[in-house]
């Protein structure tokens, strides 16, 4: 296992990075002691969470794993019921939900928010740290997740369903699991995985409740906890922020105001926000609400509200609001004790353009871990590119064939022989003028038989540049194989390809890199398998 600073590898936004580098511009900004940079005050902030928030959340956990049948976890439901203390909190990653699990770096993710948690749990051994799986069921962006690639080819879930993709049935599921079943039917080792994962689908009323029980078979020995939060026992509790949302619409201002603060410090945005930040949810729908004049209505619907209705559908049906990505933030920490969000480049970018949210709504912020990084590498490619003494760094940033061509053309021979030919045109006016001066005789043959000789030496210089190309040809050709399965900025292995190849392909996948990654925000792995 070999460890690499991602800040190194041209992958991340500069906010990121400076949350990563704790960089000046940052805290000169938002404060050294804002929770989003300042674990201490994070759990500060965190102190006195209502008890009756942490008697619902548990409510809802213990309702949903004996609904599912997945309760008799002993230390998960340790997790849950630890949940209950007021000096318990909790370690939060959240994803879109995929099937099979999505990218690898779903694991990856999971992973890091579990070796967050642990670590949290040394630094501070008076408290317990839980970690949490957040489903961002609610999402409905069914064309980022309808396609499952497996060893090239693409298995597309077929189904008419709308809305928020957490809720979807799995009657049509079959659109995905017939083809691969076929597809891999004389690879025994392919099939023990798949009946795993497709009795969990077939046993199950909807995509949100299959993913927590993966995850729970995945990852319950390591006490990771998975939360959705659809529920209206939650959503009552994010009303106060629905009703401002809606009545008040001040979120719109206050973002743009702060994300110009950060592109004024030369620091990336991520996301846009809205005059509305919420959408309505119900049945088979997830829709904006935008306001016109004094009427709500929902996009590309025929429902609209006064604003007399419109609360008291908020006090009637909580669970109708979902919050887009401005707000959603926002609900998960209105819901958990929680002290850290684990996130991608991405999510801890858009995060950060929410420090002024946070401060509108009253809300206490989490301290931002950019999760771990993790590529599986072939022992032979390992050994390959540390006999041509190639980083990891240089292989990511070799990107052009021109890039890496030069990059392999020390060309030492060919520099040898063209330090020859200055050498011997520096001798050869040396003798001329010399000549010419003293009158010798025979010039003529002594500048003839520098042409010659200067001919040769081209032709030498030629020759050897030729074969010195050649040469790296093959090696161009190499690292470029290598490159294709992930080890290029544009061509990222744990956003390319799929957990369940990784699972498949290596039955320790996720013991390995449980036992190898550690806690070390910034930071990527790179492990033989």
Same mark, same amino acid.
């Given at each position: ?43 500060? &902030?965190?102190? #006195? ?17 004996? !609904? ?94 709308? &809305?928020?993709? &957490? ?63 659809? !529920? ?25 105001? =702060? ?17 509305? #930040? ?35 559908? $908020? ?27 684990? &996130?991608?480049?991405?999510?801890? !970018? ?7 949210? =946070? ?83 025979? $010039?003529? =043959? ?84």
């Amino acid at each position: 296992m070999k460890e690499i600073d991602l800040t190194a590898l041209g992958m991340l936004s500069s906010s990121t990075k400076a949350i990563v580098n704790n960089e000046t511009r940052l805290t000169d900004l938002i404060g050294e002691a804002h929770g989003f940079i300042n674990l201490a005050q994070a759990i500060a &902030g965190k102190a #006195n969470f209502p008890i009756e928030k942490r008697q619902d959340l548990v409510r809802v956990l213990k309702t949903d794993y004996e !609904n599912y049948g997945i309760h008799q976890h002993a230390l998960v439901n340790a997790n849950i019921d630890a949940l209950l203390d007021t000096n318990t909190y909790t370690v939060t990653t959240g994803q879109q939900l995929h099937l099979f699990l999505g990218p690898a770096f779903m694991v990856y993710k999971l992973i890091s928010c579990i070796k967050a948690a642990e670590h949290y749990q040394q630094i501070y051994p008076d408290k317990k740290f839980v970690p949490v799986f957040w489903l961002a069921s609610e999402d409905h962006d069914f064309d980022e997740i309808k396609n499952t690639p497996l060893f090239g080819t693409q298995y597309p879930w077929e189904t008419n369903q709308t &809305g928020a993709c &957490g809720r979807f049935h799995l009657n049509d599921i079959d659109s995905v699991i017939e083809p691969l079943n076929k597809k891999l039917a004389n690879d025994s080792k392919a099939l023990t995985v798949l009946d795993t994962f497709f009795q969990i689908y077939k046993t199950s009323k909807t995509l949100s409740e299959a993913t927590i029980k993966l995850c729970h078979q995945l990852f319950a020995d390591y006490g990771l906890i998975c939360l959705d939060g659809d !529920n209206p026992i939650l959503k009552a509790h994010f009303k106060t922020i629905l009703k401002a949302e809606l009545l008040e619409r001040k979120s719109e201002q206050c973002f743009n105001a =702060f994300s110009q603060k950060l592109s004024d410090n030369q620091l990336s945005l991520q996301l846009k926000s809205r005059p509305i #930040n919420l959408f309505y949810l119900k049945n088979n729908l997830r829709a904006r609400i935008e306001k016109d004049d004094q009427t709500y209505k929902v996009i590309d619907t025929n429902l609209q509200f006064t604003e007399e209705e419109l609360v008291t559908e $908020i006090e009637r049906h909580p669970e109708c609001f979902s919050p887009n990505a401005v707000l959603r933030p926002l609900y998960q920490e209105c819901i958990l004790p929680n002290v850290a969000y684990i &996130g991608g480049n991405a999510e801890i !970018n858009y995060w950060l353009q929410l420090t002024e949210i =946070f401060e509108l709504y009253q809300v206490e912020a989490p301290y931002l871990v950019l999760r771990q990084s993790v590529w599986l590498i072939k022992p032979k490619q390992d050994e390959w590119l540390e006999g041509h003494k190639i980083s990891f760094q240089q292989l990511f940033n070799l990107k052009s064939e021109k890039d890496k061509l030069t990059f392999f053309s020390a060309k030492e021979s060919a520099s040898d022989l063209e330090g020859m030919m200055r050498e011997f045109s520096n001798l050869k006016e040396q003798i001329l003028n010399y000549a010419n001066i003293e009158k010798l005789p025979n $010039i003529k =043959f002594l500048i003839e038989g520098g042409k010659a000789y200067e001919k040769v030496l081209k032709d030498l210089i030629k020759s050897d540049v030729q074969n010195q190309l050649e040469k790296n040809e093959g090696l161009l050709n190499k690292i470029e194989q290598i490159q294709s399965e992930g080890f290029s900025i544009q061509n990222v292995q744990e956003r390319t390809i799929y957990s369940l190849a990784f699972l498949i392909n290596y039955p320790n996948f996720i013991h390995n890199c449980f036992s190898s990654v550690y806690y070390k925000p910034g930071s990527g792995f790179f492990l033989n398998n």
